[in-house]
């Protein structure tokens, strides 16, 4: 049974920086892109940013470029999303699945997710 276990999230003021990690257990991790997806209040599910399986690739969703950074550690089955320059809207609950990489659409159950809230 695979499992996503995230975590890293809080409040944290405007401008300010924060850095989730999301360690896999199973198949799933080492085969497959990974992506950070969110969810804020009343809104759809959205991907935020996708890797390759080797870490070489990497993409983001505009709203996040030049301040979100994901990041893989193979051997520790974890995959990181730094944040940096956090605004209010980034407020949401953050989860990370394996992912198809042309298109970023998830393959896998979800975890329980982090949040983030960005507020001062």
């Known amino acids: 049974q695979v499992q996503l276990v995230e975590s890293g999230g809080g409040l944290v003021q405007p401008g300010g920086s924060l850095r989730l990690s999301c360690a896999a257990s199973?198949?799933?991790?080492?085969?497959?892109?990974m992506g950070w997806y969110r969810q804020a209040p009343g809104k759809q599910r959205e991907l935020v940013a996708v890797i390759t399986s080797g870490g070489a690739g990497t993409r983001y969703a505009d709203s996040v470029k030049g301040r979100f950074t994901i990041s893989r550690d193979n051997a520790k089955y974890t995959v990181y999303l730094q944040m940096n320059s956090l605004k209010p809207e980034d407020t949401a609950v953050y989860y990370c699945n394996a992912a198809q990489w042309t298109t970023g659409s998830p393959l896998g159950s979800w975890g329980q997710g982090t949040q983030v809230t960005v507020s001062s």
């Open positions: 199973g198949s799933i991790f080492s085969f497959n892109a």
